[in-house]
């Protein structure tokens, strides 16, 4: 479980994050949304120390979160943040050699799945391609949390099918995965829990299922409730 | 690239550098073969001879120091190392002994004067020079201010020379108006012990003479009386002239009682008119050597009786260049004289003889001889300082 | 360790083609020189036949005396080069960082990311530059050779004077800086180089760290080091000290400006940095 606590961000006066408590549990796919601004991308950089946080704690499994505990975290930011003379295959191989748990034959099956061609440079690619590749360098480690970044942020139809189609295989079962988008309709029926951002505070965290259960709602609607009350 | 040709290609980069630099440690210093060669007499007679000399290189600074035994020490300095301390051989040679009293001061040997059991130091202040003394034998030190004796406005002091004489201090300083002319030299003369100024001696620099001044002081000593013996030279040069004239030249010689504190002329100075001449001093005669229809002469000035003596004739010089010059050096100890050259060219030895004071005999005939070939682009060793005790 | 040889294998294979086109244009300027100068001296000889005043090469050694290396190595061409060498490697040991910070897909956040030590990502920077520096100067040493081998052959015998190299160096300003003439020199300006690029890499990360207030707070600080320094300096302690004693000091101060460096830059690394 990765615990977030009391996670404070501010820039100057200004605060992006305030109070910020959740937990990603392994096995639940969670949604962090809100609206342009709200501060998912700002969380999931603090999240991976590429952002200093101004206080709380985040942990794993207990241990505070270092460097060294990154191998169990894959990170998928929302553009491939890779150098654009490399190819497929330098991505692949930059990956494996810095990863222990980089699975060679996951990464293979997802570039048949993804189509992609090894020898193909970065700089030639399509958006949609590159996050292709995107999640291939993310899906192919074993990790035991997968953090997505707007994911399907300003690629086309096909591209976002072959990617949503990852999430119904076996690529990210019993994992911890945490999406950040707002493109809520494309994900709904993947999502266990939502966790809803405002003004940089959490406003709602719910499962999916409970709320259809009781209120009878889609996720949409609450969505609608609390950013258009 | 592999990561481990990187390494690979690191460590082989440190090698050549390695190599590049190590090398030049690793060759053999390359030790100049330099040596007191005799060609008769007995040695004993240059026992206490001492050379102090450097030789320079295209990157090396070399200080050597030699005497009848050979070289007693080399001292290689790269002139490419970073902090260079240019020290004078005899600077060198107490920093070396008195490390500590020796830090922070210049290394310019006209700053210092030893005793046998005091080494002094004398440097210029805002309002006075300072003093610091060196007791060699328990190591203790003292500091004084010597007050300035004159208090010429804008004046800047430059001592050239400093040495002990009958238990005083005596500070030889030139002066400088805020232009940076020279206006002349002067001589201070302290007590030490008081810090207190006994006397001061002018020597002014005509403002529009045209040339230069010079003013050398020895030391006198006669029946444990102090003197001092001092030289003012003034060389007059006609700077417009299209031919390359020879200069004209005065020297007056004068004697200073450091008891009395009198100032006289030496009339027989006359007959020592001749410049760049080598000379030495002892007890109260002043020797100068001097080129005398193919002969080398020493004429010898008694400062105490203001007479000119004979003449001595030295011995079995008929090998030696025609005539002394400054490339010559004299020195009378007790009753010999010693005459050497004061550099020594690769291959080319420089002579060096011992005579009796009395007759002029040669009792010591000799030679150094230098083979520094080998030692890249070394012209010659100057000899900055060459002491003789015997 | 592992991952340290990763990314300084990674970011050497970075460098290469930038590298090899310095390379290029360091041996070209150099070679040029040793023509350059051959042909200005053949100009000059050829001169001097002309005027009839002296057709020896004796007479032109007594006019002008003997040529040696270090005419190439004071060639503006051989100067350039170096200069232009020491501006390149100053603006890829900038780059370095920026070209990773700068950008929509910036590679600051695959390098962050990575399992370990992030040290390793400011160690593999540091060497890289390490390497690039130390090549060029492997290499001048050979072409030092190389080029005193082709101008002792061209020139006449009786006009060359051959001096060793390490007597050369120190006479070529350019030169001397990026390949000192003795191993002392060497150790203090690259040690003092070191300890500045170090020094620059803490300006950068605070730059990275907290954008413009991290370069004004660098500013004060680097104003501050100035000041003490000329301060230390003014109590005259340089005066006190014996050359040898100068020179340990001063190692002694360019190792604990490195090491004190390297401290912050790994602080800033693993607990400011932004991307």
């Known amino acids: 479980m990765i615990e977030i606590k009391n996670l404070q961000k501010s820039y100057g006066k200004k605060a992006i994050l305030e109070n910020i408590s959740f937990t990603i549990n392994q096995n639940e796919v969670i949604c962090l949304t809100g609206l342009n601004g709200t501060g998912k991308t700002t969380l999931m950089n603090c999240i991976m120390g590429l952002i200093p946080r101004n206080s709380g704690s985040i942990t794993i499994d207990g241990a505070d979160i270092q460097h060294q505990l990154y191998e169990r975290i894959s990170y998928i930011p929302d553009s491939l943040t890779m150098p654009r003379w490399m190819t497929v295959a330098e991505t692949m191989q930059f990956m494996a050699t810095h990863y222990p748990n980089w699975n060679a034959t996951k990464a293979d099956e997802l570039l048949a799945f993804f189509r992609l061609e090894p020898d193909a440079q970065l700089k030639n690619l399509s958006k949609g391609n590159c996050a292709k590749v995107n999640f291939l360098l993310g899906l192919s480690l074993d990790a035991d949390y997968y953090l997505m970044d707007e994911p399907f942020s300003g690629i086309d139809v096909f591209a976002r099918e072959d990617i949503l189609e990852v999430f119904t295989s076996k690529f990210v079962q019993d994992k911890g995965v945490l999406i950040a988008t707002h493109h809520m309709d494309e994900v709904e029926m993947l999502l266990d829990r939502i966790v809803m951002l405002r003004n940089g505070r959490i406003v709602k965290d719910f499962y999916a299922e409970d709320i259809r259960q009781t209120e009878g709602k889609a996720i949409i609607d609450v969505m609608r409730e609390v950013y258009q009350p | ?390 | 360790m592992k991952k340290f040889m990763e990314l300084w294998a990674f970011e050497w294979n970075r460098a290469k083609r930038f590298y090899g086109f310095l390379i290029i244009l360091v041996a070209g300027l150099q070679a040029y020189a040793v023509f350059h100068e051959y042909r200005f001296w053949k100009g000059s000889y050829e001169r001097m036949l002309r005027a009839g005043s002296e057709n020896t090469l004796e007479g032109y050694l007594n006019n002008n005396g003997y040529i040696s290396f270090d005419a190439v190595t004071n060639n503006s061409f051989f100067g350039f080069s170096i200069v232009t060498a020491i501006f390149c490697l100053l603006f890829y040991a900038v780059a370095i960082w920026y070209q990773d910070w700068t950008g929509k897909d910036r590679f600051s956040f695959r390098l962050l990311s990575l399992p370990g030590s992030r040290f390793s990502v400011y160690a593999a920077k540091f060497a890289t530059i390490w390497l690039m520096i130390t090549g060029l100067q492997a290499l001048q040493i050979g072409l030092l050779f190389v080029e005193e081998l082709i101008f002792s052959g061209l020139m006449p015998a009786g006009v060359y004077m051959d001096l060793p190299l390490q007597s050369v160096i120190p006479t070529s300003s350019p030169l001397s800086l990026a390949l000192p003439g003795s191993f002392s020199s060497y150790l203090f300006y690259y040690s003092a180089g070191y300890a500045a690029l170090t020094l620059g890499y803490t300006f950068i990360l605070m730059h990275l760290s907290v954008r413009w207030r991290g370069v004004i707070l660098a500013g004060v600080v680097a104003s501050v080091l100035l000041v003490s320094a000329l301060l230390f300096l003014r109590t005259g302690v340089s005066s006190f000290l014996y050359a040898e004693e100068k020179y340990w000091a001063a190692i002694s101060i360019h190792t604990i400006l490195f090491i004190a460096g390297t401290r912050i830059n790994d602080y800033l690394l693993k607990n400011r940095i932004s991307v």
């Not at chain 2, 070396?96 to 210049?106: I, P, Q, T, V, W």
């Not at chain 2, 006198?220 to 200069?247: C, F, I, R, Y």
């Open chain 2, 1 to 390: 690239m592999r990561k481990q040709t990187t390494l690979w290609l690191g460590l082989l980069l440190v090698t050549i550098l390695g190599t590049f630099y190590t090398q030049p440690l690793l060759a053999q210093e390359k030790t100049p073969d330099i040596a007191i060669e005799t060609i008769s007499g007995d040695d004993a007679l240059v026992k206490g001879l001492t050379y102090y000399g450097t030789m320079n290189n295209w990157s090396e600074q070399t200080t050597l120091t030699l005497d009848r035994s050979g070289l007693l020490s080399s001292e290689v300095y790269h002139q490419a190392d970073v902090f260079h301390d240019y020290s004078e051989s005899a600077v060198a040679a107490w920093q070396k002994d008195y490390r500590s009293f020796m830090r922070g001061k210049l290394p310019y040997q006209s700053n210092y004067a030893e005793t046998d059991t005091t080494l002094y130091y004398v440097s210029v202040e805002e309002d006075g020079f300072s003093l610091a003394a060196l007791d060699k034998g328990t190591g203790t030190t003292a500091k004084a201010a010597l007050p300035y004796p004159a208090t010429a406005s804008n004046a800047d002091y430059t001592i050239t020379r400093t040495f002990s004489s009958g238990n005083r201090l005596i500070i030889q300083y030139a002066l400088y108006n805020g232009l940076s002319e020279y206006v002349g030299s002067a001589l201070a003369i302290y007590d030490p012990r008081t810090a207190t100024l006994e006397d001061h001696l002018i020597f002014d620099f005509p403002e529009d003479f045209p040339g230069y001044q010079d003013v050398s002081v020895e030391p006198l000593t006669q029946a444990g009386k102090n003197a001092l013996l001092v030289m003012v030279k003034m060389q007059e040069a006609d700077w417009e002239s299209t031919e390359a004239g020879t200069p004209v030249t005065s020297i007056v010689f004068q004697r200073y009682d450091l008891e009395t504190k009198q100032l006289v002329d030496l009339v027989a100075g006359a007959d020592f008119s001749e410049d760049n001449l080598p000379y030495a001093v002892q007890d109260s005669r002043f020797y100068q050597l001097h080129p005398s229809e193919g002969d080398w002469v020493i004429r010898i000035l008694d400062a105490a009786q203001d007479k000119t003596m004979d003449e001595l004739v030295l011995q079995n010089t008929a090998t030696w260049q025609s005539a002394p010059d400054m490339g010559w050096k004299l020195i009378v100890s007790g009753n010999r004289i010693l005459v050497t050259k004061t550099y020594l060219e690769n291959q080319k030895p420089a002579p060096v003889a011992v005579f009796d004071l009395q007759t002029g005999a040669m009792l010591y005939n000799g030679q150094i001889s230098g083979a520094f070939g080998t030692i890249e682009n070394t012209d010659a060793v100057y000899f900055d300082r060459i002491v003789f005790e015997p």
